[in-house]
């Protein structure tokens, strides 16, 4: 019988590596990546059977990247692996289409069941934040839109510019025009009713769209 096959992404290279050796005991390990849109392609041309993805990551983030992944590949399960103790990226994260939402600080174990019910059909949520996911799911259900008040690509740009890209860099990353990246930072700003960038690069920091370290300052 052949092995699952799995790809991981993790922007720290130890917890990758430790990932790896961890899985590669019971599954087919096709490769290890450190940033969203390289998971994304990764995905793409590998076809695995299940992604162990972080949340934050540069370039693009792992709710973003389980879009992407799910929209171009739905046989594939993705596992949401991350130190964020928090039910609302939890409904973000099933919402965008992941299978599981575990912790960092949980036992090896515990990623590998949370595995094993995703190809099985079935959701894990860790036990460590479940009990505050009800709430959540109502508030979320009284307003639908306060969730997600950007679009895909919007949130795409809005991280790129909390990582300190410029325009044109944008533009390049993601194949559109700088005219078209423009107009997204614009419809953000009025959308959100923000002033500034640095309000726009707050705003990414709330969502946790990217985190701290991946923040080099707003570019213009």
């Known amino acids: 019988m052949a092995l699952c096959t799995v790809l991981l992404a ?3 290279t130890i917890v990758a590596e430790g990932l790896e050796k961890l899985l590669s005991e019971r599954f087919k390990v096709l490769g ?16 695995p059977d299940v992604v162990v993805t972080d949340i934050s990551m540069p370039l693009l983030n792992g709710l973003d ?7 171009s590949l739905p046989r594939t ?9 928090d039910p609302q990226l939890a409904v ?4 965008s289409g992941a299978s599981a939402y575990l912790l960092k600080v949980s036992a090896g174990e515990e990623l590998v069941r949370a595995i094993g ?34 679009t895909p690509r919007q949130r795409e740009v809005l991280q790129l510019i909390a990582e300190g890209r410029t325009m044109k860099e944008i533009a390049s990353i993601l194949n559109i ?3 078209t990246a423009e107009t997204h930072k614009y419809a953000m700003m009025e959308h959100l009713g923000l002033d500034t960038t640095a309000d726009l690069i707050q705003y990414a920091l709330r969502l946790k769209l990217i985190s701290e370290e991946f923040h080099s300052g707003p570019a213009v």
């Open 92 to 95: 973000q994260a099933f919402r």
């Open 117 to 150: 019910e995703a190809l099985q059909g079935r959701v894990y949520l860790s036990p460590l934040i479940s009990k505050d996911l009800i709430s959540v799911l109502l508030e979320a259900k009284r307003d639908p839109a306060a969730m997600s008040p950007l």
């Open 65 to 71: 990247a389980v879009r992407k992944i799910k929209t």
């Open 177 to 179: 025009s700088h005219r």
């Open 77 to 85: 399960k993705v596992v949401v692996l991350t130190m964020h103790a």
């Open 10 to 12: 993790d922007d720290h």
């Open 32 to 47: 290890k990546f450190h940033d969203g849109r390289a998971l994304t392609a990764a995905a793409e041309r590998l076809r």
